[in-house]
């Protein structure tokens, strides 16, 4: 089993800039991805950005390319997500998610892939 805790949620104003941080605790050995998703109320979740444990390998959604910037720390077990210039439309629930090897290119960045989540931090953005 693996256990994810995010934190680094709250509330912005648009153009301000936040830090989200998820814990990895458990079985670590039985994944290679980690991401970040969003879900806002009435919509999918939807993949905003991953990076394969092993190095050199991270994806993007199209909408927070250039503003936001995932990594990771190994030593500290610890997945960041770097969010600049936000917008209203970033608002949503940001989960943290762990993925098994192998997940091919084309669902890097879809929730299906995913099998361990955490429990979400709220991002809010006011214009």
């Known amino acids: 089993q693996v256990q994810l805790a995010e934190s680094g949620g709250g509330s912005v104003q648009a153009g301000g800039s936040l830090r989200l941080s998820c814990a990895v605790s458990?079985?670590?050995?039985?994944?290679?991805?980690m991401g970040w998703f969003r879900q806002a109320p009435g919509k999918e979740r939807d993949g905003v950005a991953v990076?394969?444990?092993?190095?050199?390998?991270?994806a993007y959604a199209d909408s927070v390319k250039g503003r936001f910037t995932i990594s990771q720390d190994n030593s500290k077990k610890t997945v960041y997500l770097q969010m600049n210039s936000l917008k209203p439309e970033d608002t949503a629930m940001y989960y943290c998610?762990?993925?098994?090897?192998?997940?091919?290119?084309?669902?890097?960045?879809?929730?299906?892939?995913?099998?361990?989540w955490g429990q979400g931090t709220q991002v809010t953005v006011s214009s």
């Open positions: 998610a762990a993925g098994p090897p192998g997940i091919r290119y084309d669902y890097w960045l879809r929730s299906s892939a995913y099998n361990y």
């Open positions: 458990g079985y670590t050995s039985s994944y290679n991805w």
């Open positions: 990076i394969y444990t092993g190095g050199g390998l991270e």
